[in-house]
């Protein structure tokens, strides 16, 4: 017989070694208590199922399995997990979770006192978030239940992720009832539908997240889970500065991108939303005009005003008659009606070659890819220089004549003796060396 998880458990300890403290939160599947593990002297978390779910082996296996994705996640925004298994606690037994303990809030209270956020204080918040789920993803991991009760905010301001209780190895397959089991305003479309989940389904929830943080409210809203998920399915999540000025064109792409429908049009992962977040940071006004640029309007691009589309009419037609200033030069009669505007340049365009004229039939087969024969180059003929009317060459600067000294003298006599030693033997070089200094 299990004990039931609730206030009961205050004061008893499990497995003989957690002492239960206080309870912190509950939930649909367990409880989570504030513990002290008398074994190692050191306050953690731990997560008790209910009895009800206890006595399922299938649930009794994801808990197991909750406790081993999580050991695998080494990072400082992940909570650390201790110890799992099951154990005595009062009258029976119950399935436990020894978990890292944090002193504070979770972000779902954060973000309900801060009321609204600025957008550097989401990054703030926002990039520990997806720095944690970054490193699940390169082991294979996604979380699929990333909503602000499932993430800690430490008096210290340390944040991290918490509950991988839904957390699977990427390749497998999320079925239905598995998808459910998430919070419904923070899934990704094919979640609600049971298709195959990956690491853009744990982007599409950090995108929901980013847009409450932004605008203090989430983007789809009903009655119930099911109106709800069937607003994933079926609409596109707005632009957070429709909501809420203030909010740049670049921080909209970047949300918008992360929510798309389609898990094609998404970042690859979260470790991909690292990136795009750091060159908006980084380069501001770049991704500002990347973010802002839009396809020319159809109307700026239409090739042909309204006259020149017009038909052709006969009868507007008439003869062409000189300006009064060319009147007055060369005689010609009184111009009547106002003075037409000079005719366009026409465009120099000739529809055959210059070396083809109409009459010319064409030689052979005609080729595209036949290219032209080279013009010929006219012969450079070699040109003799006359070399008879040339300007001697004068020196730019006459220079006195160096005179040489004594010392520069003596030593180079002690030069040509040292050589005269290495080359004909001591004998010899000490002749020299008494010939010359005596």
């Given at each position: 017989m299990n004990t039931p998880a609730g206030p009961s458990l205050v004061g008893t300890t499990v497995d003989n070694r957690y002492t239960i403290t206080q309870r912190i939160a509950?939930?649909?599947?367990?409880?989570?208590?504030?513990?002290?593990?008398?074994?190692?002297?050191?306050?953690?978390?731990?997560?008790?199922?209910?009895?009800n779910m206890a006595e399922d082996p299938a649930v009794i296996e994801k808990f197991e399995a909750e406790a081993k994705n999580t050991a695998k996640i080494n990072h400082p925004h992940v909570i650390n997990v201790y110890d799992q298994g099951v154990g005595p606690a009062g009258d029976g037994n119950v399935a436990f979770l020894a978990m890292e303990f944090i002193e504070g809030h979770t972000l779902r209270e954060v973000m309900r006192a801060a009321k609204d956020m600025t957008v550097e204080e989401t990054w703030n918040i926002a990039l520990p978030i997806i720095r944690g789920v970054a490193a699940a993803h390169r082991i294979g991991l996604i979380h699929r239940d990333i909503k602000p009760e499932n993430?800690?905010?430490?008096?210290?301001?340390?944040?991290?992720?918490?509950?991988?209780?839904?957390?699977?190895?990427?390749?497998?397959?999320?079925?239905?009832?598995?998808?459910?089991?998430?919070?419904?305003?923070?899934?990704?479309?094919?979640?609600?539908t049971g298709e195959q989940a990956d690491e853009r389904s744990d982007v599409y929830a950090l995108g929901i997240l980013v847009f409450e943080m932004l605008t203090g409210s989430r983007p789809y809203t009903g009655e119930s889970a099911v109106a709800i998920a069937v607003q994933h399915t079926n609409s596109r999540v707005p632009a957070p500065s429709t909501l809420v000025?203030?909010?740049?064109?670049?921080?909209?792409?970047?949300?918008?991108?992360?929510?798309?429908?389609?898990?094609?049009?998404?970042?690859?992962?979260?470790?991909?939303?690292?990136?795009?977040?750091?060159?908006?940071?980084?380069n501001p006004d770049t991704a500002?005009?990347?973010?802002?640029?839009?396809?020319?309007?159809?109307?700026?691009?239409?090739?042909?005003?309204?006259?020149?589309?017009?038909?052709?009419?006969?009868?507007?037609?008439?003869?062409y008659q000189p300006s009064p200033e060319s009147a007055e030069v060369d005689g010609s009669m009184d111009v009547t009606g106002p003075p037409q505007p000079p005719a366009p340049p026409q465009p120099n365009v000739s529809i055959l070659p210059p070396s083809v004229t109409a009459e010319t039939a064409p030689a052979g087969d005609f080729n595209h890819y036949q290219r032209e024969p080279a013009p010929s180059h006219r012969a450079v003929m070699p040109q003799t220089r006359a070399l008879d009317n040339q300007k001697p060459h004068e020196p730019a600067q006459n220079f006195a004549p160096i005179a040489p000294s004594r010392a520069a003298i003596m030593t180079l006599l002690i030069v040509m003796a040292a050589a005269a030693t290495v080359l004909f033997g001591h004998w010899a070089g000490t002749w020299i060396m008494s010939w010359l200094f005596g």
């Open positions: 509950h939930g649909g599947m367990a409880t989570v208590y504030r513990a002290v593990d008398t074994r190692l002297d050191r306050e953690v978390a731990l997560k008790v199922l209910r009895p993430v800690l905010v430490s008096h210290d301001g340390d944040i991290k992720v918490a509950d991988f209780g839904l957390a699977r190895a990427a390749s497998n397959h999320t079925g239905t009832g598995m998808a459910l089991m998430g919070t419904v305003s923070y899934m990704s479309p094919e979640l609600v000025s203030g909010i740049s064109a670049a921080v909209d792409d970047l949300v918008l991108h992360m929510t798309e429908p389609s898990p094609e049009d998404r970042p690859a992962d979260a470790t991909e939303v690292l990136i795009l977040i750091q060159h908006l940071l980084e500002e005009q990347l973010a802002g640029h839009v396809p020319a309007d159809e109307a700026d691009t239409q090739a042909f005003n309204d006259v020149a589309t017009q038909p052709f009419d006969q009868t507007a037609t008439r003869p």
